[in-house]
């Protein structure tokens, strides 16, 4: 079992960056899985740099939206990324290190990680785009 569902109460009512959000429950799950068979450090580290890769380049998207809108919340949501990418990169770091992942801890750190910030902070700009005729 999946240890995300997306459903409607992740949408922030803008296609592509629901889809892309869906695209990160999708590698959560996946290392979860990874985790859960008991792959390797590689495999774990591969999934997590992929990670790491695509929460920079979904995020990239978001900002380059809100520049182009003059989001008024943009330097804290902004920052609120660069916190969130930089936990993701501690993570990968620890495992660099040779340290093993609590995977419990991990997983529930991650699902809160997205979920938390899908919620919270992402779902204020729904009405905003929205107003700009974004969808
Ligand atoms: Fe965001």
């Excluded at 296609?15 to 979860?32: G, I, P, R, T, W």
């Excluded at 809108?69 to 920052?79: A, I, T, V």
């Amino acid at each position: 079992m999946a240890l995300i569902e997306w459903n409607q109460s992740l949408s922030v009512a803008i296609k592509q960056f629901d889809d892309q959000h869906q695209q990160l429950v999708a590698m959560v799950n996946q290392l979860h899985q990874a985790i859960k068979e008991g792959q390797g450090a590689d495999t774990l580290h591969l999934i997590l740099a992929g990670l790491v890769q695509y929460t920079q380049s979904h995020f990239a998207a978001e900002e380059a939206l809100m520049e182009q809108y003059d989001y008024p919340d943009y330097p804290r949501h902004k920052q609120a990324h660069v916190d969130l990418v930089r936990q993701v990169e501690d993570i990968s770091a620890q495992l660099e290190n040779g340290n093993r992942l609590q995977p419990v801890s991990v997983m529930q750190f991650l699902v809160n990680w997205l979920t938390n910030h899908i919620k919270g902070e992402d779902k204020r700009y729904t009405v905003f785009f929205q107003s700009k005729g974004v969808v």
